[in-house]
């Protein structure tokens, strides 16, 4: 089992910036990648970027690209999501995620941070 805990969301002026973080802890801990979603209000959930686990090689949804950088820490068992120069339209809900395998869903989750942007 994995348990996934995000902070570092809150309450931002348009043009800001936070980092967010999600703390990993388990017996085991040693996923394929690790991934961030949002989920604005009325919406679905979308993916915003992930990481692999091993090299730290990243991707990002083409809405954030620029903006959003995601980093780990091993040694921490931490994902971080910084983000930068924020809109309205980042405000949500967000979510980082667990991947065991390369072609697994993700598996487990995080109860998630609201992030709120005021223009």
């Known amino acids: 089992q994995v348990q996934l805990v995000e902070s570092g969301g809150g309450l931002v002026q348009a043009g800001g910036s936070l980092r967010l973080s999600c703390a990993a802890s388990?017996?085991?801990?040693?996923?394929?990648?690790m991934g961030w979603f949002r989920q604005a209000p009325g919406k679905e959930r979308e993916f915003v970027g992930a990481i692999r686990w091993s090299g730290g090689s990243t991707n990002y949804a083409d809405s954030v690209k620029g903006r959003f950088t995601i980093s780990r820490d091993g040694a921490k068992n931490t994902v971080y999501l910084q983000i930068n120069s924020l809109k309205p339209e980042d405000t949500a809900v967000y979510y980082c995620a667990h991947r065991s395998r390369p072609t697994y869903p993700y598996d487990y989750w995080g109860q998630g941070t609201q992030v709120t942007v005021s223009s």
């Open positions: 388990g017996r085991t801990f040693s996923p394929y990648a």
